[in-house]
Nanobody, 119 residues
Framework: QVQLVESGGGLVQPGGSLRLSCAAS????????MDWYRQGPGKQRDMVAT???????NYTDSVKGRFTISRDNAKNTVYLQMNSLKPEDTATYYC?????????????WGQGTQVTVSS
């Protein structure tokens, strides 16, 4: 069974930093692209950053230059380093990947970790 477990959320002041971690199990981690999504209060869940199996990265415009996604295949873990945090970054952050079951793509989500940016 594939599981994703996030950690590292919390309360931080504007301009501060946090590092989120997502530990994966039940899959050959190194071959999968991994993503971070977020969902703010009353908003839809949107992609924040993605990293391919070859460590190519992409970011949504609002976090470019502030957030960095990375992976450690030896630890089956993907990270999201968040710097210069803003109140609008407040959201529940979810780790995500997509796997094939019987040839059909399936989304796998973690339970989420809350990030609150407030003074």
């Amino acid at each position: 069974q594939v599981q994703l477990v996030e950690s590292g959320g919390g309360l931080v002041q504007p301009g501060g930093s946090l590092r989120l971690s997502c530990a994966a199990s039940g899959l050959i981690f190194r071959v999968f692209s991994m993503d971070w999504y977020r969902q703010g209060p009353g908003k839809q869940r949107d992609m924040v950053a993605t990293i391919s199996s070859g460590s190519n990265t992409n970011y949504t415009d609002s976090v470019k230059g502030r957030f960095t996604i990375s992976r450690d295949n030896a630890k089956n873990t993907v990270y999201l380093q968040m710097n210069s945090l803003k109140p609008e970054d407040t959201a529940t952050y979810y780790c995500h990947t997509k796997i094939l079951r019987l040839g059909i793509p399936n989304d796998v989500w973690g339970q989420g970790t809350q990030v609150t940016v407030s003074s």
